[in-house]
């Protein structure tokens, strides 16, 4: 890719870059592109954030400056698929370039170029009519180092400002107006995607189609037996070879065998006698279906008998708390869902023999995290991984944050990257990866669980999405009703969803421990349902210091400072909160019995609760130190018989 730079040397009555291709402001590039007819939107970093962005795209400059005005933010060119709209080839790196010229002999004809970073570029063209048949598909990746975008997708203009680089994406090369490709770049497009389509079957790390897959890629693979005239026993054959050589195992031939048998008659079509009528309709403008005979037996390699179902224990990547499935944690803004996601993230990932989360519950097998953060940057996220002792290593933990940008549940990386690694996927916060306008719009969020389920078809050994709860948490008993925020699709797609909920009298405005209760609102699987407990977040800690009266000094620590992990503190039942207030009264009692001439702030240190807390208990408890010696109080009955301390 050249670096040099080339502009327009025709009159331009517009903005126009400076000598290192640079705008003064994101509007005045957005302004530039508009003039060679390419509507601009505005962006927040590079995420358009209009509603119907690519119709209401505009080349008009005041619209332009006052999108500016408001949000002070980026712009993107949006592509149109049609005659005369505009698409671009985004490189990740030179070697696409190279790649063109030693494989046709020619440089690319692109007219106008945008560096978007080191090595990157966007290669803008105009549509004609060759373009619009020939790339069909366009918008999708077409090959790695580069990707084809048209079909309302958009590419950052000219001026704006790159969020994580804070670099400008500037005019590289600028003769004229985009101009269509030449017949020479499409041609090459389409033999890089079909390349790509070819290899497109996921693998497992053994290099086999995995279960999940095999049904489809063995209909597709009939098909082209058929296209190559084989007999019916001839079909059949081909395809167990394919199976056996291709797929993962165990097999079932009789059910390949059915797919051989009613894939080929479907493909080599059936006389009029072979049809079957829905409703004894034939298929037209009703759209009702019309089904061959051969599926009326076919249809049996769709659906399985009880004994045909895989047995098993319900499969729990942490014992008693986390199944493979669909996992929600629920709570409030800031009361440590991402510090408990963590915390699992580290047991799962953990090489010892002795993997427990919580140092409570048993972690049967090694589990790759992939965490997506997009509401952290990577400094704020390093450090919070550094403080649990996550590991450094691409086998085991992966993480995408803000600084990297926005990534969808649908993206063909991340799918990609759930094949290969078959991982426990963490969405810190689900409302970043819902494309729903409003949480409570069932069919909009219809969208969002279709992409979790996906994420697990493609392999993923679990998702763990952490989502905020109603304000009513704060009332009551935790439930799957003020646990998640929206409809009640959440809900129902989940395998477990844990409520989280700090104990706000203790936390006292940040001048308490935080310690959290979790509870499980839905165990669904999860035989017996697991019991509530609390976390320790923060708690009191006591310092010594030399040649003090007092000789110490109460405060809050972190324990994941001190501990590389929260900590399991108490449960949270009433019996169980009982339980412990009595036995802290019982030590009470027990301390200033053998020494009643201990002070309240020993007391303190040895029950570790605050001095103020611990000379309240003990006057509760019945208990003062008239002359520096403790001494309960008497019992007095007052007239009327009740028993009141003096």
């Known amino acids: 890719m050249s670096t040099a730079h080339s ?85 990740d790196s030179n070697i696409p370039c190279e790649q063109f010229k030693q494989e046709t002999g020619s440089d690319l004809t692109a007219r106008l170029v945008v560096k978007s970073g080191p090595d990157r570029a966007h290669w803008y063209y105009r549509h004609d009519e060759e373009s619009l048949n020939s790339l069909s598909n366009i918008g999708q990746t077409a090959a790695d180092g580069f990707s084809l975008r048209s079909k309302n997708l958009q590419c950052v203009s000219p001026g704006s400002i790159h969020p994580e680089r804070k670099t400008q994406y500037a005019i590289l090369k600028n003769l004229s107006s985009p101009t269509p490709a030449s017949n020479t770049e499409i041609n090459w497009w389409k033999s890089k995607r079909a390349q790509k389509k070819k290899d497109e079957v996921a693998r497992d790390s053994n290099g086999l189609i995995p279960h ?10 009939t098909g082209k037996l058929v296209a190559m005239n084989l007999s019916q026993k001839g079909i059949e054959e081909a395809l167990l070879d394919f199976a056996h050589n291709n797929c ?36 037209g403008s009703t759209g009702v279906s019309v089904i061959p005979m051969d599926l009326k037996d076919g249809w049996r390699t769709r659906f399985c008998t009880v004994g045909q179902l895989r047995k098993g224990k319900i499969p729990m990547l942490i014992e008693g708390f986390l199944p493979g499935g669909v996992t929600f944690f629920g709570g409030l803004p800031g009361e440590a869902k991402t510090w408990l996601a963590l915390s699992v993230a580290k047991a799962l990932t953990n090489t010892s023999n002795a993997r427990l989360f919580l140092d409570k519950y048993h972690v049967p097998a090694i589990v790759p995290v992939i965490y997506l953060i997009p509401e952290s940057g990577d400094e704020a996220f390093r450090t919070r991984c550094e403080k649990f002792g996550i590991p450094d290593d ?13 990534m969808l549940l649908s993206d063909s990386y991340l799918l990609e990257a759930v094949r290969q690694l078959k991982p426990l996927v963490v969405m810190d ?20 669980t279709e992409d979790i389920t996906a994420l697990r078809q493609a392999g993923a050994a679990g998702v763990l999405a952490l989502h905020h709860a109603t304000k009513a948490l704060r009332e009551g008993e935790m439930s799957q009703e003020n646990v998640l925020r929206g409809t009640g699709d959440l809900a129902a797609s989940a395998d477990a969803i844990w409520g989280m909920r700090r104990d ?45 009266v007092v000789g110490f000094q109460s405060g809050i ?46 007391v303190a240190l040895e029950i570790d609760e605050p001095v103020s807390t611990t000379g309240r208990l003990l006057k509760n408890l019945g208990w003062h130190k ?21």
């Open 557 to 602: 620590e972190s324990v994941i400072d001190a501990e590389g992990d929260i900590k399991i503190c108490r449960n949270t039942t009433a019996q169980d909160r009982r339980e412990a207030n009595a036995a802290r009264d019982a030590k009470i009692v027990e301390l200033i019995t053998s020494n009643p001439s201990m002070t309240v702030q020993t």
């Open 626 to 646: 008239p002359n520096g010696v403790w001494t309960k109080k008497p019992i007095l009955v007052d007239s009327d018989a009740h028993v009141t301390p003096d």
């Open 504 to 548: 706000s009298s203790l936390w006292n405005n940040g001048n308490g421990p935080s310690e959290i209760d979790v509870v499980c609102v839905k165990p669904r699987d999860m035989d017996p349902a697991p019991l509530p407990f609390r976390i320790a977040i923060t708690r009191r800690a006591q310092k010594q210091i030399p040649g003090s």
């Open 248 to 283: 993962a195992p165990p097999l079932d031939e009789a059910r390949i065998l059915q797919v051989a048998r009613s894939t080929s008659n479907w493909a080599k079509g059936n006389p009029l006698e072979d049809i079957v009528l829905v409703g004894g309709k034939l298929a």
């Open 7 to 91: 502009f327009v040397e025709d009159d331009f009555f517009g903005p126009t870059p400076d000598a290192n291709g640079e705008f003064a402001t994101p509007a005045e590039g957005a302004k530039f592109m508009a003039l060679m007819g390419i509507p601009q939107t505005p962006l927040h970093g590079k995420d358009p954030f209009l509603k119907d962005f690519p119709n209401r795209a505009s080349t008009d400059f005041e619209q332009i400056d006052a999108w500016y005005a408001q949000h002070n933010c980026n712009f993107g060119s949006v592509m149109k698929a049609e005659v005369g709209g505009f698409f671009a080839m985004e490189t």
């Open 429 to 448: 916060t689900l409302i970043r990866f819902n494309e729903a306008e409003s949480e409570n719009e069932a069919m909009q969020n219809q969208k969002l």
């Open 212 to 221: 999940g897959l095999i049904h489809d890629v063995l209909v597709s693979q």
């Open 394 to 406: 691409e086998k085991l933990f992966l993480c995408r944050t803000i600084t990297a940008g926005k």
